[in-house]
């Protein structure tokens, strides 16, 4: 879920607690490695166990500028639930929560109050090699429900589409990458809907600070396809922190690298996961 912003800190903070004091007795008995898609921009190549779910919240802070003389949007809880339907497939479930919207300029303020459209989608592992160095390949598939609040949503369904890659570069180090196609509508003051698209593309480098500390490094994203608004590119960084091998914190923040993208932007979150 990247068309969303992310959670809010104290919902997140009660329920990690909770889910570390269940979770933390079981650290040396776990299974599979907790990959989670928060809290970069990149989609993980790593589907979700066979019958496991995994819940991961979030929050985000973003100011722009440029688009007026200033705009904040704060989103959460963003919410993305993920099932493993089989060893090569999962269900997904993507919501960006509540959205407020607060625009300044010298003719006054305007704020905009709602929830977003949620999403359905899937992930497909279409192929995982170990030869020397790891090497994953999945392919997303999402579809916005346009069922949110009518100005912060869209009036249309909306399907995005992305290819993920990831390779193991050493003990240590990870790179991951996605290259996408997503589409948005708007309706004009004519009353006519119109459909876009873009061209998404993102990096990410992951980096294994100690046991349970990771970081990661990252550019990203997006160019005009139909959409004539000019391209964006941002870079961000941020850390995970594992209390258990089901429960992850993160912390992530970055900003923009040209006048289309927003100046700066921040966040936390948790994720979960349930097994089987």
């Known amino acids: 879920m990247k068309r969303g912003l992310a959670a809010r800190l104290p919902i997140q903070l009660r329920f990690a607690v909770l889910a570390g004091l269940a979770a933390g007795s079981a650290w040396a008995q776990e299974g599979p490695e907790l990959v989670t898609d928060r809290p970069d921009q990149t989609e993980s190549a ?139 509508s708007f309706e004009d003051p004519r009353h006519e809907v119109h459909t876009l698209g873009r061209f998404v593309y993102t990096a990410a480098l992951g980096i294994d600070l100690a046991p349970r500390w990771g970081a990661f490094v990252e550019l990203f994203g997006d160019l005009p396809a139909s959409d004539p608004v000019p391209a964006t590119h941002s870079v961000d960084g941020g850390l995970t922190f594992l209390f258990s091998p089901r429960l992850q914190a993160d912390l992530f923040g970055g900003v923009g690298l040209n006048d289309a993208a927003p100046d700066w932007f921040v966040g936390v979150g948790v994720s979960l996961r349930v097994p089987r």
């Open 46 to 184: 790593v589907v979700v166990p066979r019958g496991a779910f995994q819940l991961e919240l979030g929050w985000t802070y973003l100011r722009d500028d440029e688009l007026a003389e200033r705009l904040d949007i704060s989103e959460g809880p963003g919410t993305l639930v993920r099932w493993g339907l089989g060893s090569r497939v999962e269900l997904r479930l993507a919501w960006p929560g509540w959205i407020e919207l607060e625009s300044r300029a010298s003719s006054g303020r305007t704020t905009l109050r709602g929830v977003g459209d949620p999403e359905l989608g899937t992930k497909i592992s279409i192929a995982s090699v170990e030869r020397g160095a790891a090497f994953d390949l999945a392919l997303l598939a999402h579809l916005s429900l346009p069922v949110g609040d009518e100005l912060l949503g869209s009036p249309r369904a909306d399907p995005a589409l992305r290819l993920n890659g990831a390779h193991d570069l050493g003990e240590r180090l990870g790179l991951g990458w996605n290259l996408g196609y997503e589409v948005g």
